[in-house]
């Protein structure tokens, strides 16, 4: 299939983007361990969160998918069942990091695969923690296939993770669920996205919310859920970025979700003189949430710090989505700001084809810079307007048909 992207003259209107992936797994499985029917509008339907819906289904509950409305028919904190056959992750690694963490609580023996990519990524950051916890998880040297043995007795911890990961917090959390000696407690070097917290609080859990440190309580029951997804902010970024760079933009992006440990990118494109306005602000599903509207504008080079690049990254999990665009700064100027964000995974890993188009659009514009003085000499130009403008469209359009292809790996699982 062949896909051209030409330079867009301006980006101007209003767009939603899809919902959440992160919030749309813990919906299913916090939906499936429910006491009852659950219901959820605005899913985001990819093929790593239709995986784990198709796991749900493997474990007894019931999933309907109606478009974005999804609808679960939950069977209790303790009533999923083993299906006798691998459960089959895919190449989500949300699923496969944060479904032991209810599996350890149920009675039966169940094992976990994944696609080739899948089966190459660090498990043993799970299995540590829930086998101080006094769970039996099995890896592979550390990797998939996983089987646990459910049903044991657990035992409350409080376990440091070595490295920030919602992912691995979220599997101890759920655990906890299941654990007796009072509360499971996670620290974390630097406080990662909350979506598994405000979920079970919503379920009726009792949950301290407290950054860096949130802990639960053993739980008997979830109660069944009724939220709005709102729109993932992985997926709007790229469009946040372009109407950015773009000449002449104006675009509104609507119900996102503005959960402050997601959001990085707009505090640091404000610092460089980005024109996003938030407003619209309010409560979607117990996620805080508004609208953006982004103008065009002349960005300035900035520092990004190593703590804000491990707070920005959206997804301590399989694929990285960098967003690596050109910024331009002063007459004949170029300035790149590499902002690794989107769906980080634990192991950090680049997909070869994402990498290979953040390369290709280093490349191209280390050799615009080297040739910018050289074109302004030979068409007489005396500024760099025209050139940085020049530059903008066309460096913004290779960033945007990086986006699309590399769309599939970018926006799955999280």
Same mark, same amino acid.
């Given at each position: 299939?062949?896909?051209?992207?030409?330079?867009?003259?301006?980006?101007?209107?209003?767009?939603?983007?899809?919902?959440?992936?992160?919030?749309?797994?813990?919906?299913?499985?916090?939906?499936?361990?429910?006491?009852?029917?659950?219901?959820?509008?605005?899913?985001?339907?990819?093929?790593?969160?239709?995986?784990?819906?198709?796991?749900?289904?493997?474990?007894?509950?019931?999933?309907?998918?109606?478009?974005?409305?999804?609808?679960?028919?939950?069977?209790?904190?303790?009533?999923?069942?083993?299906?006798?056959?691998?459960?089959?992750?895919?190449?989500?690694?949300?699923?496969?990091?944060?479904?032991?963490?209810?599996?350890?609580?149920?009675?039966?023996?169940?094992?976990?695969?994944?696609?080739?990519?899948?089966?190459?990524?660090?498990?043993?950051?799970?299995?540590?923690? &829930?086998?101080?916890?006094? /769970?039996? $998880?099995?890896?592979?040297?550390?990797? @998939?296939? %996983?089987?646990? !043995? +459910? =049903?044991?007795?657990?035992?409350?911890?409080?376990?440091? &993770?070595?490295?920030?990961? /919602?992912? $691995?917090?979220?599997?101890?959390?759920? @655990?906890? %669920?299941?654990? !007796? +000696? =009072?509360?499971?407690?996670?620290?974390?070097?630097?406080?990662?996205?909350?979506?598994?917290?405000?979920?079970?609080?919503?379920?009726?859990?009792?949950?301290?919310?407290?950054? +860096?440190?949130?802990?639960?309580?053993?739980?008997?029951?979830?109660?069944?859920?009724?939220?709005?997804?709102?729109?993932?902010?992985?997926?709007?970024?790229?469009?946040?970025?372009?109407?950015?760079?773009?000449?002449?933009?104006?675009?509104?992006?609507?119900?996102?979700?503005?959960?402050?440990?997601?959001?990085?990118?707009?505090?640091?494109?404000?610092?460089?003189?980005?024109?996003?306005?938030?407003?619209?602000?309010?409560?979607?599903?117990?996620?805080?949430?508004?609208?953006?509207?982004?103008?065009?504008?002349?960005?300035?080079?900035?520092?990004?710090?190593?703590?804000?690049?491990?707070?920005?990254?959206?997804?301590?999990?399989?694929?990285?989505?960098?967003?690596?665009?050109?910024?331009?700064?002063?007459?004949?100027?170029?300035?790149?700001?590499?902002?690794?964000?989107?769906?980080?995974?634990?192991?950090?890993?680049?997909?070869?084809?994402?990498?290979?188009?953040?390369?290709?659009?280093?490349?191209?514009?280390?050799?615009l810079m080297r040739l910018t003085p050289v074109v302004m000499r030979v068409m007489g130009v005396t500024g760099g307007n025209v050139?940085?403008?020049?530059?903008?469209?066309?460096?913004?359009?290779?960033?945007?048909?990086?986006?699309?292809?590399?769309?599939?790996?970018?926006?799955?699982?999280?």
């Amino acid at each position: 299939m062949a896909l051209e992207v030409e330079p867009a003259v301006s980006l101007r209107g209003d767009i939603a983007v899809p919902g959440d992936k992160s919030i749309s797994h813990r919906a299913l499985l916090l939906g499936a361990a429910a006491d009852g029917e659950s219901r959820f509008e605005g899913f985001g339907a990819s093929v790593d969160t239709l995986a784990t819906a198709a796991a749900m289904r493997a474990l007894g509950a019931e999933v309907d998918l109606d478009g974005e409305a999804l609808r679960v028919g939950g069977v209790g904190l303790r009533g999923l069942q083993a299906p006798g056959k691998p459960i089959d992750c895919g190449n989500a690694g949300t699923l496969m990091r944060l479904l032991p963490g209810l599996l350890v609580g149920q009675e039966g023996r169940f094992e976990l695969v994944g696609d080739e990519s899948l089966s190459r990524r660090p498990l043993g950051r799970i299995a540590a923690p &829930l086998g101080l916890m006094g /769970a039996r $998880v099995e890896t592979d040297d550390g990797h @998939a296939p %996983l089987v646990v !043995e +459910g =049903g044991l007795p657990l035992q409350a911890v409080r376990y440091e &993770l070595p490295v920030a990961s /919602a992912q $691995v917090k979220s599997c101890v959390l759920l @655990a906890g %669920l299941y654990a !007796e +000696g =009072g509360r499971t407690v996670v620290v974390e070097p630097h406080p990662s996205r909350d979506h598994t917290e405000r979920m079970l609080e919503a379920a009726g859990v009792r949950v301290r919310r407290k950054a +860096g440190e949130p802990a639960v309580w053993p739980a008997e029951a979830l109660k069944p859920l009724s939220l709005a997804i709102p729109g993932d902010f992985s997926s709007a970024a790229p469009f946040v970025v372009a109407a950015t760079l773009v000449p002449g933009s104006e675009l509104h992006i609507h119900d996102v979700n503005l959960n402050p440990r997601r959001t990085g990118l707009l505090e640091i494109l404000e610092r460089m003189g980005a024109r996003i306005t938030t407003y619209n602000r309010r409560q979607i599903g117990g996620e805080p949430a508004g609208d953006l509207e982004v103008h065009s504008a002349t960005l300035v080079g900035t520092r990004v710090t190593p703590d804000e690049k491990d707070e920005g990254r959206k997804r301590k999990d399989v694929s990285v989505f960098p967003l690596a665009f050109p910024f331009i700064a002063g007459p004949g100027a170029l300035a790149i700001v590499l902002l690794t964000f989107g769906a980080a995974r634990d192991d950090l890993r680049l997909s070869v084809g994402l990498f290979g188009a953040v390369v290709a659009v280093l490349v191209i514009t280390y050799l615009l810079m080297r040739l910018t003085p050289v074109v302004m000499r030979v068409m007489g130009v005396t500024g760099g307007n025209v050139i940085n403008r020049l530059s903008g469209v066309v460096l913004a359009a290779l960033a945007v048909q990086f986006i699309i292809t590399g769309a599939t790996n970018a926006f799955g699982g999280g």
